[in-house]
């Protein structure tokens, strides 16, 4: 598949989570859960910044789905995202049966921009998601968005000095 259009809002959102996120502190990424009808269902920011590193959008979306989806309806949605799932969150989304996921920003990008910042390596393997969850279809980079992305990270890590 290829990311349309109609889906540009959708991750435009997303972007705007990840800028909730860094203005209240927390690392930019922001995710959104789309039902099999296009409907918007839930959304979420990363939180992060209290302590907590496992508070990732993607991984709140799945126990989300499990608590409020059908097996049916989580297989037809999408979770589109900022930043390709970590490990933990493609874990999390494979074993709730969730479908498509889009992303901005590939984790491969995100670990070459890291570099480029210094920022140490992160304690998890920045493994792609298919290396992760190889049934579930992924979609991205989308360029068009991407250096909206990075930039977002740039002042993430320039913040902290
Ligand atoms: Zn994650």
Redesign the pocket.
Known sequence: MTVEDVELPHLRRCVELATEALDAGDDPFGSVLVAGDGSVLAEDRNRTAAGDRTR?P??ELARWSAAHMTPGERAAATVYTSGE??P??AAAHAWVGLGRIVYVASSAQLLTWLAELDVPAPPVRPLPVAEIAPDVTVDGPVPELTEAVRELHRRFHSARG
């Open positions: 990732h993607e991984f799932h970590c933990m969150c």
